[in-house]
């Protein structure tokens, strides 16, 4: 660049000079001459442009005028005899794409890429410098933002708490952020170049390598693995990733610990699958362990037994004790059960005071040998908080058939001959309670039948429900004094299409086992309270007229029972006093504080309470005493006695008496003879019901009877009335 090349022929110096002059400003890099004193000589316009000048301003100003400050990459000053223009002139030799930024006249700075080249008469001898310099401003800045960007990152890898991994395309690590010696122990430097897949426990690596890659493309679907630490233990870590590289072959890899989640997991799955009092197994797990056995049991032709066990009256621990001791006593139970399980057997609880027993492989003989060692080891004396605490057990043991379970729609074979043979136990400890407890018994093809007749009355039952197949008699209650009837008890009669009509004693039970008593009571109490405010307001009462229901204990427990009477008392117009509700002996023992407080809110509606069966149950002086009752209803079994049985006798004789002094109306029930009627005359007994009088009937009949005998309402009849009750009559 030293010498001009001469022109072409014809052309002449002027000429080439303009033809320069036209490519030099058509150039979008600015391109300047400047002088050895470093004044500027020449520039096209992208220079002006480019530093801020106007046109023609350039032209005898110095390179390092102060409106061009000049600085280096790092922001500091940048000296004169650093200056590109300067070294070139000084060595002689081009300066190429060296990185500087000048301050405008308007205070932007501007990143320049300058090159610089000497023109010399003499190589060593320079006299100016052709500058030319291209605006890097906008690449600088977006590498100063990707710096600055990867500066944030790092900053993050290296203080987040998760392990931050590059992996590269042969599976090794490429980067370890520290973290990685808080959660696993390594030093990042013992992990560069390593394989990662060595790390993660064998049985992940496969499903790892499969999912890996959808995780990257998806940026969802975190992968749980358990990767090893450097004490050889194994730490749950939850994977995430994304690609590094364009063609996807290398990763960024996030490991987060997710050990607290996994121990929380399992410890809900284990709540899930077990009792929380005892730690045994619940019924859920037990089930699952007996389909399993089934299973096994049905390949190697034995047989195996489940012993369902209950306690015998453990609600008297629980009262005496309080609920607290009792679930120390439930602890107990299941410690000494579980001594008594070989391996592979199971025990569990099922709930309350039921636990279950599953013994594979064993014979009849060998699962009552079992029974008897639970009984045994159930009824040993416990110490509990200084009490001494007996419990006994009511056993019930199902036996599975040899050979493999008939088939079975929709569910496993094996599930539903464990819920089978469960609730084949479960009617075997039945009968072992109601052959006197403390006793196993083995379950036999009697009470599956049983069993079966059971669940048939209940669904029968609940379509009758539905269908208002109940139907509620009534039988007349007699005043012993002047034989007028003075009252009626409602009685419940199923009218099944099947059988006909069918008496309490035979689905009463079901009802209340099952629960349906709550809807069945409902429909009684709402007909009886219906027909009381007939029976009242269509007659002129010269006395009481009382109506008399049952009412079951699981009735009388239900929380809403007073505001659900009240509402049916207002619904049917019955008056309340006209009302007697029934309860056993049986309520009163069951929650006393809870029943009085049931019973008071009943007295303060005003309707009447009446012990039902007296002396029949847990007979107490105290009940007559702590609940406000008004009517004691003697029951039939003594009545039968009386006259012929001198303790009956004796004993009706003395609940009379104490009625009579409490002020408690006596009525006697299932008076048949004319013998009894007479004997209760005689003792003072104030009202009796039974066959004698009439047997239960239907409204029609009960008002044809009314009619005939005159009313405690009405004075038709009145002669034959006195007469009722003093001869015999036929049933």
Same mark, same amino acid.
């Given at each position: ?15 080439? =000079? ?48 102060? &409106? ?30 060296? *990185? ?16 610089? &080249? ?21 690449? +600088? ?16 890898? =290296? ?41 993660? &426990? ?20 975190? @992968?749980?693995?358990? @990767? ?10 939850? #994977? ?19 050990? =607290? ?12 699958? &077990? ?98 060692? +639970? ?19 009511? +056993?019930? @043991? ?35 309670? !109601? *052959? ?28 009758? $429900? ?103 008392? =207002? ?33 303060? #509606? ?73 004997? $209760? ?36 009849? !009145? ?13």
């Amino acid at each position: 660049m030293s010498e001009r090349p001469n022109p072409p022929a014809g052309v002449g110096l002027a000429d080439l =000079e303009d033809r320069y002059r036209v490519v030099i400003d058509s150039l979008e890099e600015g391109v300047v001459l400047q002088a050895a004193d470093g004044s500027i000589v020449d520039s096209n316009p992208a220079a002006e442009e480019i530093l801020g000048i106007g046109a023609g301003d350039l032209a005898g100003r110095n390179s390092f005028d102060p &409106h061009w400050r000049a600085v280096r990459p790092d922001g500091s000053d940048l000296p004169s005899e650093e200056h590109p223009s300067m070294v070139a002139l000084r060595t002689g030799r081009p300066v190429s794409r060296f *990185l500087m930024g000048i301050d405008r006249p308007n205070r932007q700075r501007a990143w320049l890429s300058v090159s610089a &080249h000497p023109l010399a008469d003499a190589p060593a001898d320079p006299h100016a410098v052709v500058v030319s310099f291209t605006d890097v401003t906008d690449a +600088v800045a977006i590498q100063e933002a990707l710096a600055q960007r990867e500066a944030d990152y790092r900053l993050l890898a =290296e203080n987040s708490s998760d392990v931050i991994t590059r992996i590269d395309g042969d599976g090794n690590f490429s980067y370890v952020s520290p973290s990685v010696r808080t959660l696993l122990g390594y030093e990042p430097t013992e992990l560069m170049g390593a394989r990662a897949a060595k790390f993660v &426990h064998q049985e992940d690596r496969e499903r790892l390598a499969e999912q890996l890659p959808i995780t990257v493309v998806t940026g969802r679907n975190a @992968i749980a693995v358990q @990767i090893r630490h450097r004490d050889g233990r194994f730490v749950w870590c939850e #994977i995430t990733g994304q690609g590094f590289d364009g063609d996807g072959r290398e990763y960024v890899v996030n490991v987060r610990d997710i050990s =607290e989640r996994k121990l929380v997991e399992q410890r809900l799955a284990h709540q899930a699958l &077990h009792d929380g009092l005892t730690g045994l197994p619940n019924r859920t797990l037990f089930l699952d362990r007996l389909a399993v056995a089934l299973a096994a049991a049905g390949r190697r032709q034995t047989r195996l037994a489940v012993l369902l066990l209950d306690l015998d009256r453990f609600k008297v621990i629980n009262d005496s004790l309080g609920r607290s001791l009792g679930d120390v006593v439930l602890g107990c139970v299941a410690d000494r059960l579980d001594l008594l399980v070989r391996p592979g057997d199971s025990v569990a609880r099922l709930g309350g005071d039921e636990f279950v027993m599953l013994s594979a492989e064993v014979s009849q003989v060998d699962a009552e040998v079992i029974a008897q060692r +639970v009984l045994t080891s159930v009824a040993e004396p416990m110490r509990v908080d200084g009490h001494e605490a007996f419990v006994t057990a009511s +056993v019930g @043991i199902a036996m599975s058939e040899a050979g493999p379970a008939e088939e079975s729609w929709g569910t496993s074979v094996d599930e539903v001959a464990a819920e089978a043979l469960l609730s084949n136990a479960d009617a075997a400890m039945y009968r072992a309670k !109601a *052959l006197g407890k403390a006793r196993f018994a083995m379950f036999d093809d009697t009470m599956r039948a049983h069993g079966t007749s059971l669940f048939d009355t209940e669904l029968a039952l609940r379509h009758s $429900l539905e269908s208002s197949d109940l139907r509620v008699l009534y039988q007349p209650i007699v005043a012993l004094d002047d034989g007028r009837v003075v009252g009626a008890e409602a009685l419940v009669r199923w009218d099944q299409h099947e059988r006909g009509m069918v008496g309490p004693s035979d689905f009463i039970a079901v009802a209340e086992d099952s629960g349906l008593i709550v809807p069945l009571g409902h429909q009684v109490l709402l007909q009886a309270f219906h027909q009381a405010h007939r029976w009242i307001d269509h007659g002129s009462a010269d006395r009481p007229f009382t109506v008399a229901v049952n009412l079951s204990v699981r009735e009388l427990s239900q929380p809403d029972i007073v505001d659900r009477v009240q509402a049916i008392l =207002e619904s049917t117009g019955a008056r309340p006093g006209s009302m007697c509700l029934e309860i056993t002996e049986t309520a009163l023992i069951d929650d006393s504080s809870a029943v009085r407080t049931t019973l008071d809110e009943l007295r303060r #509606i005003g309707v009447g309470l009446a012990i039902d069966d007296f002396g029949t149950g847990y007979s107490s002086l105290s009940y007559l005493r702590r609940f406000p009752i008004d009517v004691l209803k003697i029951d039939q079994s003594f009545v039968q006695g009386i006259g012929v049985n001198r303790r009956d006798t004796a004993i009706v004789a003395a609940v009379l008496d104490l009625a009579d002094a409490l002020d408690i109306v006596s009525v006697a029930e299932g008076v048949e003879t004319y013998e009894q009627l007479a004997a $209760l005359r005689e003792l003072g007994c104030a009202r009796a019901q039974g066959h004698f009088f009439a047997p239960a009937g239907d409204v029609a009949d009960f008002d044809a009877l009314v009619a005939a005998a005159g009313t405690a309402w009405g004075t038709a009849g !009145a002669e034959r009335s006195s007469r009722l009750g003093r001869e015999p009559q036929r049933r």
